[in-house]
């Protein structure tokens, strides 16, 4: 299986923050979780079981270990990302650093511009 297969989100990587299980609280909102465990691996995802939202995710091998979105915090998390994992599995369509330009009349959006086809004489 695929990196964006098994992902809950469909995007090309996605950043957690981690935290050990012992620090990590639920202070509201627990009735309203929703948990999917993947048979093959162990591995728990946490989702709002209104409206799909990941909210956290257990690996079997960590154990100790929470991984939280960083999407959903609002705030700095005085962490830095430092690992990538499963780097085996990167798409073919992930974005590797080429160089990007702003799109005319799109703003915000950069693109790849395609390569110039040599001429044939």
């Not at 591995?43 to 100790?64: D, H, I, M, Q, W």
């Not at 780097?87 to 650093?97: C, H, K, N, P, R």
């Not at 080429?98 to 790849?112: D, H, I, M, Q, T």
Request: aromatic share 12%; net charge positive; charged share 25%.
């Amino acid at each position: 299986m695929g990196a964006a297969s098994r992902s809950a989100h469909g995007a090309a990587y996605a950043t957690f923050v981690g935290s050990w299980k012992s620090r990590f609280r639920i202070l509201k909102g627990e009735a309203a979780i929703t948990r999917f465990k993947e048979e093959a691996t162990g591995a728990v995802r946490n989702f709002c079981a209104r409206c799909g939202s990941p909210l956290f995710y257990e690996r079997a091998r960590a154990p100790k270990m929470v991984n939280i979105p960083r999407a959903l915090f609002a705030e700095r998390t005085g962490r830095e990302p430092r690992y990538h994992l499963a780097i085996d599995q990167l798409q073919d369509w992930t974005w590797a650093g080429e160089a990007l330009v702003p799109l005319k009349g799109f703003p915000g959006v950069v693109w790849r511009r395609p390569r110039r086809r040599k001429r044939l004489s």
